[in-house]
């Protein structure tokens, strides 16, 4: 079975990331460092609205707000190797840890990705412009999702290997073969 990263740089030839995409993000990244403060706030608004998520943030919110700051200065640096899959894949790791369903995650991308796009077309003049950048940095924020997703996948298989005895290797034959008798 492939390993997170080798699925990671799978992914973005899946989703045709490359470095136009990365020059658009770079290019995005003033604008974000300017005005990425209102996605951040609105972002644990929502959170704290939700009794579930609001429960993980409680007393918790500044500093939270700091690192999801410095989440969204990642977004924009051009740099998408191997440090960027791995940091992000510790940040999916923090979210396994704290015990946060991975919907929740998901969900809530929603919200990032419609204020990135407010901001980006009341900041960026030129329409075409606007529609490159905002299509790469979807790219980049669906590649963070599954990145996250490989977090859990990997606690999971963790956890089953723990709890079982079992080889990781002869765990991942097992639902390889349950997925043949389909
Ligand atoms: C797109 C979605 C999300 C992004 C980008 C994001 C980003 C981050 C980042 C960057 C960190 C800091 C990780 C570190 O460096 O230690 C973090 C931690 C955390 N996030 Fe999220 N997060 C997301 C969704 C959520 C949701 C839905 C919740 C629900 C409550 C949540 C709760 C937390 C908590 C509680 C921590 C701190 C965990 C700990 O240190 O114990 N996050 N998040």
Redesign the pocket.
Known sequence: MSTPAEIYEELKGFLDFGEGDAARLKTLGPIFAQHGASITDD?YVV?GKNPE??K??EG?VDA?KA??A??MGELFTGDYGEGYFAGRM??GM??V??G?SPY??E???TH?RNAAERIIHQNVADRAEATAGFTSLLKLLDL??MV?NLAYQEERLDLLTKVTGMKRGLLENLIRQGQKKK
Do not use: N, Q, S
């Open positions: 972002f959170l998520t609001a993980l943030i918790r939270l690192t999801h410095r989440w510790r940040i923090v979210h840890k704290v946060l929740y995650v969900a809530t991308m990032i963070d999702l996250i």
